[in-house]
């Protein structure tokens, strides 16, 4: 018996939806894109109030994601019908996470993003055979600026937000507090939501705490190209929320304090080489991730740079940023 070839009509189709695709990624690369991700408890929706003040400008878009279990036998057919042809808030407000989901857009309208008269459009995709599939509800302002509602299916919540980004792609994924972060061995075998995420990401991960009500970015700087890259960014970032900007770096003995005198001195004189203010620099000795973690404390935000290592490499040779991110009383930035 032969192999089924596609018809033409089938490969013309196929190549038309890489094509569109392919354009509206091209277009979302020129904003600056948020995934902020909620699962229902009172902590995650820091992760909304985070978004909405670090995405303000029309510019920026926010996309609040529920991922939800699969459950073939939950709903009916019907209710799906009803989710492709209306508002989810509408037609299914008793769902899982669509109750989370409304309290979310809420929270971005107490933030001073006003969605209640931008227009909207509903979509729905099947997905891995549930009768629900994937929901969205997207908001957009004459000016741009998009809000999106998403109601995502997936086996677990890691892998529905992993399988989101390439849907994006993001800029920065916002994640609530991690209920608890293994060791990189342990991890291998078991890590729990935020840790599997924030291990993966392609982008830049904000794992957040309860630091809303500080102020002030603390960006660390080893002096690397990759790390000053990161202090631009995020400076960047800081700058246009209206954030104070300290820099900081730690040595490990006392013979380097000159080094990391060097790199802060270095990073301010980039930033104002681009019109960025420091407030101010520090430095200080001892084991990076310590002092990172102990001085962030009564910072809004910790950054600190991806080192791009695999989970190999960090497992044989260790992370500083993973470690800030574990060991840290604050939210912190994890720039890759």
Same mark, same amino acid.
């Given at each position: 018996?032969?192999?089924?070839?596609?018809?033409?009509?089938?490969?013309?189709?196929? !190549?038309?939806?890489?094509?569109?695709?392919?354009?509206?990624?091209?277009?979302?690369?020129?904003?600056?894109? &948020?995934? *902020?991700?909620?699962?229902?408890?009172?902590?995650?929706?820091?992760?909304?109030?985070?978004?909405?003040?670090?995405?303000?400008?029309? +510019?920026?878009?926010?996309?609040?994601?529920?991922?939800?279990?699969? +459950?073939?036998?939950?709903?009916?057919?019907?209710?799906?019908?009803?989710?492709?042809?209306?508002?989810?808030?509408? *037609?299914?407000?008793?769902?899982?996470?669509?109750?989370?989901?409304?309290?979310?857009?809420?929270? %971005?309208?107490?933030?001073? &993003?006003?969605?209640?008269?931008?227009?909207?459009?509903?979509?729905?995709?099947?997905?891995?055979?549930?009768?629900?599939?994937?929901? #969205?509800?997207?908001?957009?302002?004459?000016?741009?600026?998009?809000? &999106?509602?998403?109601? #995502?299916?997936?086996?677990?919540?890691?892998?529905?937000?992993?399988?989101?980004?390439?849907?994006?792609?993001?800029?920065?994924?916002?994640?609530?507090?991690?209920?608890?972060?293994?060791?990189?061995?342990?991890?291998?075998? +078991?890590?729990?939501?935020?840790?599997? &995420?924030?291990?993966?990401?392609?982008?830049?991960?904000?794992?957040?705490?309860?630091?809303?009500?500080?102020?002030?970015? %603390?960006?660390?700087?080893?002096?690397?190209?990759?790390?000053?890259?990161?202090?631009?960014?995020?400076?960047?970032?800081?700058?246009?929320?209206?954030?104070?900007?300290?820099?900081?770096?730690?040595?490990?003995?006392? #013979?380097?304090?000159?080094? *990391?005198?060097?790199?802060?001195?270095?990073?301010?004189?980039?930033?104002? *080489?681009?019109?960025?203010?420091?407030?101010?620099? %520090?430095?200080?000795?001892?084991?990076?991730?310590?002092?990172?973690?102990?001085?962030?404390?009564?910072?809004?935000?910790?950054?600190?740079?991806?080192?791009? !290592?695999?989970?190999?490499?960090?497992?044989?040779?260790?992370?500083?940023?993973?470690?800030?991110?574990?060991?840290?009383?604050?939210?912190?930035?994890?720039?890759?």
């Amino acid at each position: 018996m032969g192999l089924f070839k596609r018809s033409p009509l089938s490969e013309r189709q196929d !190549r038309a939806v890489e094509k569109t695709y392919a354009q509206l990624r091209t277009q979302r690369r020129s904003r600056f894109r &948020v995934l *902020a991700c909620i699962d229902g408890t009172e902590e995650a929706f820091n992760t909304v109030r985070f978004a909405a003040r670090l995405a303000p400008g029309n +510019d920026c878009d926010i996309i609040i994601l529920f991922v939800r279990p699969v +459950d073939q036998g939950l709903w009916s057919g019907g209710l799906q019908v009803r989710l492709a042809r209306q508002n989810m808030l509408d *037609a299914g407000f008793e769902l899982p996470g669509v109750r989370d989901l409304k309290r979310a857009l809420d929270i %971005l309208r107490e933030e001073g &993003v006003p969605t209640g008269d931008w227009p909207t459009t509903t979509a729905h995709e099947d997905a891995w055979g549930d009768p629900l599939g994937d929901n #969205k509800v997207e908001y957009k302002s004459i000016e741009g600026k998009s809000v &999106v509602l998403k109601l #995502k299916t997936a086996p677990d919540p890691a892998s529905g937000i992993l399988d989101q980004y390439e849907l994006g792609p993001y800029n920065l994924m916002i994640l609530g507090e991690p209920s608890a972060w293994r060791g990189e061995v342990h991890s291998w075998f +078991d890590s729990g939501v935020v840790q599997r &995420v924030a291990m993966l990401a392609p982008c830049s991960v904000l794992v957040t705490r309860a630091s809303l009500d500080k102020t002030g970015f %603390l960006i660390c700087t080893d002096g690397t190209a990759r790390s000053m890259q990161a202090v631009r960014r995020s400076a960047v970032l800081a700058h246009m929320t209206g954030q104070p900007i300290t820099l900081f770096c730690a040595a490990d003995k006392e #013979k380097n304090l000159k080094w *990391a005198d060097a790199n802060v001195k270095a990073a301010r004189t980039l930033l104002t *080489a681009i019109d960025i203010r420091v407030r101010k620099t %520090l430095t200080a000795v001892g084991r990076p991730y310590e002092e990172i973690a102990k001085a962030g404390e009564d910072f809004q935000v910790i950054v600190v740079t991806d080192e791009g !290592r695999t989970r190999l490499q960090r497992a044989l040779r260790g992370s500083t940023a993973t470690e800030v991110v574990r060991r840290a009383k604050t939210s912190v930035l994890d720039v890759r």
